[in-house]
């Protein structure tokens, strides 16, 4: 049976191509050994399954390993102690007498007092289920250790947070009292946030249950050489020809690592791309020019991730408009996780800590989200959207993207809707002006996204990727002389970084002597075209 690429549900070496994962279920076995209670919170599909499956399998030889899924435990079971103590015994039977793999080591006789006192006493609640737990781990012929995941389908259950101080008491207690070797709760909420979803003013809630979790540092994101080791299997199996070290930078580069993202965009390339117009064979596909094409491909596509990402948005707008002053507003955050904001995004997956700094985590969380923004902005901007995708064709000729053209002929049609008023606007403004012209030109056929170290209230870079051209655009507002030679070296600087030999720059200038227009200049062996407004 051949392998594949996989992005629903967890991963499974025999069958899917997967980064190897075994040195952090290494690190986190560690904490187990120590004896630590923790939380694997990540963002949606960031592989927190998968790992959990790898490690069960890699504690059996020392733990016995009680693994629970909350979503099976339905929502009605956590209205008292008692039906939830009740559904959590029927559920421990089940997984412990589990016909395809057992667990072997509890003594059964203990779970069957708990589901025969609990059926035959209205009245049994949590005082009455630990302290049979606890004989359960006394009595184990290994050390006990349980993990739930989906723990956010609990963590708006009253119920649920009693449950977790029942856990944090025999912790607490443990010399004396015998107890579970670890808990791990995965989820993407951190158990710490639940203060935020139940009736927050209320004293217990401003202290966590779960305040006796050890904090998880295991980076989950995939590095570039994990990337390629995945890729490498690929190879061995189909004899591509794939530079692996180069595909999988390039990968890494626009999905800092995020599983998900990474899986899909190697399914998209080794399903979809393949056999689709120029990119009749794999090793064709499997190229700067391919992976592009999977790129585009991810970003006009509906999947539960992204649904997951705006739908937050929309039901969080400090965490919208956080999120739209990073994109358009060029405002620099510090990276605060005692800000509410900051910590949800972060939570959720939107933006991760660089040196301090706040950024959006990848390339292809922000072209998404830029989208999302163009297409939910001010009809009076979207007047430069339909002009640019009446003009389209004019700027394409032989499948190569005509970018002076564009340049000029947005500062053409700017001038004649917003020329007779002038205004002076921000560089959010300007910017999304400017990309709500870009992006019907380019959309179906090309990508752009901003470079992180020059997005700031000043400057801002727009790497375009076109059939494989490249192009990089300075958008800035006209300060003065000094300041405009200034971001002329910094560009051709840019332009050195990626090899190109001409760059381009949009200037919003207000001052009343400026020469509206289109000029060229001559910076060296390289080219500069500047488009002033």
């Known amino acids: 049976m051949s392998r594949s690429f996989n992005v629903t549900g967890s991963c499974d070496p025999q069958i899917h191509y997967m980064v190897d994962i075994i040195e952090r279920v290494k690190q986190i076995k560690q904490l187990i050994d120590k004896g630590n209670y923790f ?17 069960i399998r890699y504690l059996r030889e020392e733990y ?17 102690e008692h039906t939830f103590s009740l559904a959590f015994a029927n559920y421990l039977k089940r997984i412990v007498n589990n016909k395809k793999s057992p667990i072997v080591g509890l003594n059964n006789d203990i779970i069957e007092q708990i589901i025969k006192f ?7 609640a949590f005082d009455d289920l630990f302290p049979l737990l606890s004989d359960l781990c006394d009595t184990a012929k290994k050390p006990v250790v349980m993990i739930i995941d989906e723990v956010d389908s609990a963590i708006n259950n009253q119920v649920f947070l009693d449950f977790l101080a029942q856990i944090r008491s025999y912790y607490l207690d443990r010399e004396i009292s015998p107890t579970f070797q670890s808990v791990i709760l995965a989820g993407v909420y951190d158990v710490k946030n639940i203060k935020r979803k139940l009736r927050p003013k209320e004293e217990h809630k401003v202290n966590s249950p779960w305040n006796i979790a050890t904090d998880f540092k295991v980076d989950m994101s995939f590095s570039k050489e994990d990337i390629e080791g995945m890729l490498k299997e690929y190879e061995s199996d189909h004899h591509t020809g794939i530079n692996t070290e180069a595909m999988a930078k390039l990968i890494f580069d626009y999905t800092s690592g995020y599983p998900f993202l990474v899986s899909r965009i190697c399914k998209l390339i080794d399903e979809e791309v393949t056999g689709k117009n120029s990119f009749l064979e794999k090793a064709r596909a499997w190229t700067k020019r391919g992976f592009l094409e999977a ?23 400090g965490l919208r408009q956080l999120i739209f002053s990073l994109l358009f507003g060029g405002e620099v955050f510090v990276y605060n996780p ?12 939107f933006i991760r800590n660089n040196n301090g700094r706040v950024e959006i985590a990848n390339r292809i969380f922000e072209m998404r989200l830029y989208n999302y923004f163009l297409a939910t902005t001010k009809s009076q901007s979207n007047k430069m959207f339909q002009i640019a995708a009446q003009s389209k064709t004019q700027f394409i000729q032989d ?135």
């Not at 939380?39 to 490690?55: H, S």
């Not at 491909?297 to 969080?316: A, H």
Request: hydrophobic letters at 35%.
């Open 118 to 124: 609990a059926k035959e006493d209205e009245l049994f």
């Open 295 to 317: 790129v585009k491909m991810l970003l006009s596509e509906k999947n539960t991730l992204f649904e997951s990402l705006i739908g937050k948005l929309q039901d969080y707008p």
């Open 39 to 55: 939380t694997i919170n990540r963002a949606r599909q960031y592989g927190k399954t998968t790992t959990i499956k790898a490690l």
């Open 338 to 349: 005692d800000e509410s904001w900051i910590d949800m995004a972060t939570m959720f997956g």
């Open 399 to 533: 499948s190569h993207l005509d970018m002076e053209l564009v340049l000029q002929k947005f500062v053409e049609h700017f001038e004649s809707i917003y020329g007779k008023n002038p205004q002076k606007f921000n560089e959010e403004e300007g910017r999304r002006r400017f990309l709500l012209y870009l992006r019907p030109i380019i959309n179906g056929e090309g990508n752009y996204y901003i470079e992180a170290q020059t997005r700031d209230a000043k400057r801002m870079d727009i790497v375009v990727d076109y059939h494989g051209e490249q192009f990089v655009i300075e958008l800035k507002i006209w300060r003065g002389n000094s300041y405009h030679e200034r971001g002329e070296k910094q560009l051709a600087d840019y332009l050195d970084y990626f090899h190109l030999k001409k760059g381009y720059m949009l200037s919003y200038n207000f001052n009343k002597k400026k020469e509206v227009g289109m000029k060229k200049m001559q910076l060296g062996d390289r080219v500069l075209i500047e488009a002033v407004i």
């Open 64 to 80: 016995i390993v009680i693994s629970l899924d909350f979503q099976r435990i339905g929502n009605a079971k956590f209205a008292t």
